[in-house]
């Protein structure tokens, strides 16, 4: 007897990630526990939702950790210089603007010797994805403190906890003029590919802050159990969903990142707004 095609089950299909990453480059170098990889996935599912070809995607990187993710995957790629990243990525998008240009880059790499480019990026409103990879240290180079380590905790620089306030990069990129600012994590690994996936479609500077755990450096000195432990405190239990923060008291949203999307709107993008002086002077003569 034949099942109604109603009644019948679906079956999901396994993601291919291997038709985004290069051949012959697995397993990665990150450390056991970081949560790189995750993020990566939910970018690969986020990139492949849009329908662009792997020829339309440029990803681009600085240096550290996370910008170790060019190696990894099949599209047009640059690992640049540290702090460098949206310099060149900024470059990119002014000679083929046509291309979805993806920047991924640390908190370390984007905030402290990238803070500059930083802010003249969202500023200008130039058509780019920037996914900031925050695990509070500098992770490749001896875990020292970052732009974005909690004040009190331990780094290789900060041995009796850091008494600097860190960064928020959601609110300076918002203050600085970027037209789309969210947050996620590597805990909520499908809420964050959805995310991705909205930035990456919208016109204007994106910039998703994603929370992230650094089990080698970060957790070690300030006493966490384990990788998972790590995800648990930092991502589960100190995060809200921006939809669930309205709902709430103020009590219970004291000291956590809210996630999801914090601010969009709509505004002229810079390459098409230097397009069109350029059209219109050449028409002129």
């Given at each position: 007897m034949s099942v109604p095609a109603e009644k019948k089950e679906k079956v999901s299909v396994p993601f291919d990630y291997n038709k985004y990453l290069r051949p012959n480059k697995l397993p990665h170098i990150w450390c056991p526990g970081c949560g790189h990889g995750i993020v990566l996935k939910a970018m690969l599912r986020a990139i492949d939702k849009t329908g662009f070809d792997k020829n339309d995607i440029c990803v681009i990187s600085g240096i550290g950790c996370s910008s170790r993710t060019p190696g990894y995957v099949d599209f047009n790629t640059m690992h640049t210089l540290h702090g460098r990243a949206l310099s060149f990525a900024t470059g990119v998008k002014f000679a083929n603007p046509k291309l979805k240009v993806i920047v991924v880059t640390g908190d370390g790499d984007a905030l402290a010797i990238g803070g500059n480019h930083f802010i003249h990026t969202c500023r200008r409103n130039i058509d780019l994805t920037v996914l900031v990879f925050t695990n509070a240290t500098y992770g490749m180079t001896g875990g020292q403190y970052s732009p974005t380590t909690p004040m009190g905790s331990q780094a290789t620089t900060s041995r009796y906890g850091s008494i600097e306030p860190p960064f928020d990069a959601c609110e300076m990129a918002k203050a600085s003029g970027a037209s789309f600012v969210a947050r996620g994590t590597a805990y909520h690994t499908l809420e964050l590919e959805k995310t991705i996936h909205e930035a990456i479609m919208h016109k204007g500077t994106s910039v998703v802050d994603?929370?992230?755990?650094?089990?080698?450096?970060?957790?070690?000195?300030?006493?966490?159990?384990?990788?998972?432990?790590?995800?648990?405190?930092?991502?589960?239990?100190?995060?809200?969903n921006v939809k669930q923060a309205d709902k709430l008291p103020p009590e219970k949203l004291e000291g956590k990142f809210l996630r999801g999307v914090l601010h969009k709107i709509e505004k002229p993008e810079y390459c098409e707004q230097y397009e069109s002086i350029v059209m219109e002077k050449a028409k002129a003569k």
């Amino acid at each position: 007897m034949s099942v109604p095609a109603e009644k019948k089950e679906k079956v999901s299909v396994p993601f291919d990630y291997n038709k985004y990453l290069r051949p012959n480059k697995l397993p990665h170098i990150w450390c056991p526990g970081c949560g790189h990889g995750i993020v990566l996935k939910a970018m690969l599912r986020a990139i492949d939702k849009t329908g662009f070809d792997k020829n339309d995607i440029c990803v681009i990187s600085g240096i550290g950790c996370s910008s170790r993710t060019p190696g990894y995957v099949d599209f047009n790629t640059m690992h640049t210089l540290h702090g460098r990243a949206l310099s060149f990525a900024t470059g990119v998008k002014f000679a083929n603007p046509k291309l979805k240009v993806i920047v991924v880059t640390g908190d370390g790499d984007a905030l402290a010797i990238g803070g500059n480019h930083f802010i003249h990026t969202c500023r200008r409103n130039i058509d780019l994805t920037v996914l900031v990879f925050t695990n509070a240290t500098y992770g490749m180079t001896g875990g020292q403190y970052s732009p974005t380590t909690p004040m009190g905790s331990q780094a290789t620089t900060s041995r009796y906890g850091s008494i600097e306030p860190p960064f928020d990069a959601c609110e300076m990129a918002k203050a600085s003029g970027a037209s789309f600012v969210a947050r996620g994590t590597a805990y909520h690994t499908l809420e964050l590919e959805k995310t991705i996936h909205e930035a990456i479609m919208h016109k204007g500077t994106s910039v998703v802050d994603i929370i992230d755990a650094c089990p080698t450096y970060f957790g070690r000195a300030n006493k966490f159990k384990s990788a998972t432990h790590m995800m648990e405190v930092i991502e589960k239990d100190n995060t809200v969903n921006v939809k669930q923060a309205d709902k709430l008291p103020p009590e219970k949203l004291e000291g956590k990142f809210l996630r999801g999307v914090l601010h969009k709107i709509e505004k002229p993008e810079y390459c098409e707004q230097y397009e069109s002086i350029v059209m219109e002077k050449a028409k002129a003569k």
